[in-house]
């Protein structure tokens, strides 16, 4: 049986990291024999600078492509730049004649440059998707997977991402036993809970240019564990009902509810990673009538249960 090959294809200025990650993977040996035949590719077959660190050497030109079962796009230079029409055309036709067609992270525009993923779903960094999504309308783009496949065309999240999108693809052609193998080699673990959406900023409003509101701010920070009523703070601003959830959006671009709900999910991280009070404890804390309401509010924000959140962001114990 013929080893699965890679090939592994190079752009100006990559990056050190999107390269060792699918190199290193894809490189890994089984005692007695390598998994993967792995090829270096580079556009016209000669070094390539990875940023300012190390000069790499390919095997080759586009021309290993058209053997290779799985090729890699490990990052992407340049977002506003399209890869050159024989880099697309050598992406389609492997696409076409069944191998896997793979970019990790911002390596998705290249595919998407491509027109491979169009009407299809995918995944990339979560700080590019405003701009992915207005380039490649009609991509369905996944902003929560840590990884996305269909149709053999396979796109992974931002950075370690392309850790679990490349052990993903040992999976297909080894089964859960090897690629835990490789994992463990590795010391990362073969599945990860959850997706991109726990790492990303989601900011609420600290301050505005409004100074009632600001002032209002402040003493919802300092009182998170009651209740409130939009009548009561209204009133403590001196407005009416209406005057006050008008000038309350118009200041954090948000309702009353919403900037209370992510305040006190906020609180509730905080308390999580630096605490080891119980979810009941933290939930009475941040404001939350029941754990059970934020059990349900959290996972439907970061994709995980509080518990496993403290599992990944809390303090190590002594």
């Avoid at 939350?288 to 809390?314: C, E, I, L, M």
């Amino acid at each position: 049986m013929s080893l699965p090959s890679v090939g592994l294809i190079l752009h100006p200025n990559i990056s050190p990291f999107h390269f060792s990650v699918p190199y290193t993977v894809f490189g890994m040996a089984s005692p007695d024999r390598p998994l993967f035949d792995l090829s270096i590719v580079a556009l016209e077959g000669k070094p390539l600078q990875a940023e300012r660190v190390m000069t790499l050497r390919p095997d080759g030109g586009l021309e290993l492509l058209d053997r290779v079962d799985i090729a890699v796009v490990p990052g992407w230079h340049d977002l506003n730049e399209a890869p050159p029409p024989e880099l697309s055309e050598a992406l389609v036709r492997c696409h076409e004649r069944g191998a896997h067609v793979v970019g990790l992270c911002y390596g998705t525009y290249a595919l998407a440059y491509a027109g491979l993923l169009d009407g299809r779903r995918a995944s990339t960094h979560w700080m590019a998707e405003q701009d992915f999504s207005a380039r490649f309308p009609g991509v369905k783009l996944d902003t929560n997977a840590l990884y996305v496949e269909e149709d053999r065309l396979v796109t992974s999240a931002g950075t370690a991402a392309g850790l679990d999108c490349c052990l993903f693809l040992v999976r297909e052609y080894y089964g859960a036993q090897v690629a835990n193998k490789v994992a463990r080699a590795m010391v990362v673990p073969p599945h990860r809970e959850g997706g991109q959406a726990q790492f990303i900023e989601q900011p609420v409003a600290t301050s505005t240019q409004d100074a009632h509101i600001n002032r209002l701010l402040d003493y919802l920070r300092e009182h998170l564990a009651e209740s409130h009523t939009i009548d009561e703070l209204a009133a403590r601003t001196a407005m009416s009902r209406r005057t006050f959830t008008r000038h309350f959006h118009k200041a954090t671009g948000m309702t009353v509810v919403a900037w209370l709900v992510s305040e006190r999910l906020r609180r509730g991280r905080e308390l999580l990673e630096t605490t080891s009070l119980s979810v009941e404890a933290i939930a009475e804390r941040a404001g939350f009538q029941t754990a059970t309401s934020f059990r349900q509010h959290f996972r439907q924000r970061h994709q995980v249960s509080p518990r496993d959140w403290r599992k990944t962001f809390g303090e190590p114990k002594d």
